[in-house]
């Protein structure tokens, strides 16, 4: 069956710009994260939805970045305004319910 | 907060038997998960533990003990292939998500 997938898997950017990454979980999985990762650096988490619940934003380091979940899947990060302190990995993680999450490769962005 | 610490790097020898030891600081977690996360890629699963004690799963176990509040992942008959980053992460359900300790670098040597 099909993992979680994210697209780009590359983004190259410049300082400014706004950015939209998408994040198409497991079929059936509740739960959606949103994690960051830099260079040599553990996971930071950016934001949780469960199913129609309001989503747990309180991991965005700014209002910047804002994420949406349509339909109870698909998710779109949105990062306004990109500044080179931006650049990282960006990790989409989903779950049944909670608990044992599945990533999907993570899109690279890089903000010149 | 929950000060997840991991040693940052560790080096082993094919074949041998690794220890990496998370050690936190929290008021109160549901589980502790092991990831394992090659260069490049997503985080992969490998255990969790809810009790106290030993999960045992083929070269890999993981240990817990809340009361000391640590945690450690045992690989053994060491492979090249076990050369990768190792996360640990609390499972705190009031909030439904997983914070994650930086990671151990291991690198499996001949």
């Known amino acids: 069956g099909a993992g979680v997938s994210q697209s780009p898997s590359n983004k190259v950017t410049e300082k400014g710009k706004d950015v939209e990454l998408r994040c198409d979980p497991i079929?059936?999985?509740?739960?959606l994260y949103w994690y960051r990762q830099s260079l040599g650096q553990g996971l930071e988490f950016l934001i949780y939805f469960q199913g129609n619940s309001a989503p747990d934003k309180s991991g965005l380091p700014s209002d910047r970045f804002s994420a949406e979940r349509t339909g109870g899947s698909v998710s779109t990060l949105t990062i306004q305004r990109t500044q080179q302190e931006d650049s990282a990995v960006y990790l989409c993680?989903?779950?049944?319910?909670?608990?044992?999450?599945?990533f999907g490769p993570g899109t690279r962005l890089t903000v010149l | 907060g929950q000060n997840i610490d991991q040693p940052t790097e560790m080096t082993a020898t094919e074949g041998a038997i690794v220890q990496i030891n998370c050690t936190y600081q929290t008021s109160g977690f549901n589980g502790l998960f092991w990831y394992q996360q090659h260069a490049g890629e997503a985080p992969t699963f490998l255990s969790y533990n809810v009790l106290d004690g030993l999960e045992e799963k083929g070269r890999f176990s993981s240990f817990l003990s809340r009361s000391k509040g640590y945690s450690y992942l045992l690989l053994k008959e060491l492979q090249m292939k076990d050369s990768a980053s190792y996360l640990c992460a609390l499972f705190t359900g009031g909030g439904n998500k997983l914070t994650f300790g930086t990671g151990t670098q291991l690198k499996v040597e001949l």
């Open positions: 079929s059936g999985h509740t739960a």
């Open positions: 993680a989903s779950s049944l319910s909670s608990g044992r999450e599945f």
